[in-house]
């Protein structure tokens, strides 16, 4: 997409700043600043004047680069229901500036990045506040694998090779704060440190980790609400020890850790020695 060139310092501007935001389950939303909504790309951007950015600085150096975006909360485009739910975590958000009286001649990008943090209020009135993480928050990222005595994959992933076949289950659920009840025939002890996505209702897409099982219900990183009968999936999980990964799984070929490596309590158990 071109830049507005000449647009940016004509003595008369018709600038109108631009949000793509693009959540994880490929939802793509638009915000602008214009008093009216404009199409930009084919993508509708509503107005939502209350949206606005900190300070947009640019630098050649690598220090991460962040900003804080603050909003009201609509029930049409962001609700604290979805903020709390997590459905705006990590999406991806361009910042860019437009002429309002042709969206389409072109764009001048100001930033780019993912959602990180994000601080809802619990109704309109509180707004939110996001932080927007640039890409250079990602050289904060340890790009290679250190020992640890717990295994790095995923229980079925292609390093795992686990086969999932049998180890899935569909089932009705109803959630609170006291843990999700789940109609299943299998042992939820097996789904600890696995996963469990919502399949249908306002909820449907969110994924929680399971773990732990409490009183006959899971227990999951974040409470979940879910009406009497909603439809769930479960994945079976693994606690990474090798013990569980020889013992219940047969696979300690596939194994990707260091079980046997001293760790930092080591002088402690032989008294420094």
Known sequence: M???????????????LCWRVVRRDGVALGFTTHDRAL?????RFESAPGIAPSAVVGNDDLEVDTMDVAGALTADAISAADLAAGRFDGAAVRLFLVDWRDPDAGQQLLARGTLGAVDAGGDADSGFVA???????ALTVTAIESYAPECRTELGDRRCRIAMRGRTLRAPAHGDDGGVA??????????????????????AGIERRIIGVAAGRLQLDEPLALAAAT????????????????SRFDNAANFRGEPHVPGNDMLTRFGGV
């Open 231 to 246: 439809p769930v999936q479960l994945w079976q999980g693994c606690d990474k020890r090798f013990a569980t990964c020889r």
């Open 182 to 203: 789940v109609a299943a025939a299998m042992a939820l002890e097996d789904f600890v440190e696995g996963r469990l996505r919502v399949l249908d209702g306002v909820m």
């Open 131 to 137: 932080t927007l993480r640039g890409p250079t928050a």
């Open 39 to 43: 199409t930009v790309a084919g993508l």
């Open 2 to 16: 071109a830049a507005l060139g000449d647009r940016l310092t004509a003595d008369l501007t018709w600038l109108a």
